[in-house]
């Protein structure tokens, strides 16, 4: 069994900052790529950045510049830092990983999501 479980949203002004934490655990032997999506009431779920094992990062053009993503391999841990938020970052936040379990099944994994709320 495989467990994300994301932490950090909460309501924000425009122009401030958040980071965001997502932490897996259980049957895991490896992770390959982690990432981050949201979903805006209304809309699709869209990609907002993901990195490698080895550190390499995409991101979204709208947040680039603005959003930082990074990860801790020993703590299976991936974060992303928010910066100058716009009232349409407004989103929930799920975080993903590309993971081999132990009984070496590779599959993608999903946190509960977290809201991050932007105000004008």
């Known amino acids: 069994q495989v467990q994300l479980v994301e932490s950090g949203g909460g309501l924000v002004q425009a122009g401030g900052s958040l980071t965001l934490s997502c932490a897996a655990s259980g049957s895991i032997f490896s992770i390959n790529n982690m990432g981050w999506y949201r979903q805006a009431p209304g809309k699709q779920r869209e990609l907002v950045a993901t990195?490698?094992?080895?550190?390499?990062?995409n991101y979204v053009d709208d947040v680039k510049g603005r959003f930082t993503i990074s990860r801790d391999n020993a703590k299976n841990t991936v974060y992303l830092q928010m910066n100058s938020l716009k009232p349409e970052d407004t989103a929930v936040y799920y975080c993903?990983?590309?993971?081999?379990?132990?009984?070496?099944?590779?599959?993608?994994?999903w946190g509960q999501g977290t809201q991050v709320t932007v105000s004008s």
């Open positions: 990195i490698t094992s080895g550190g390499s990062t």
């Open positions: 993903n990983a590309y993971l081999m379990t132990t009984t070496f099944h590779r599959n993608a994994y």
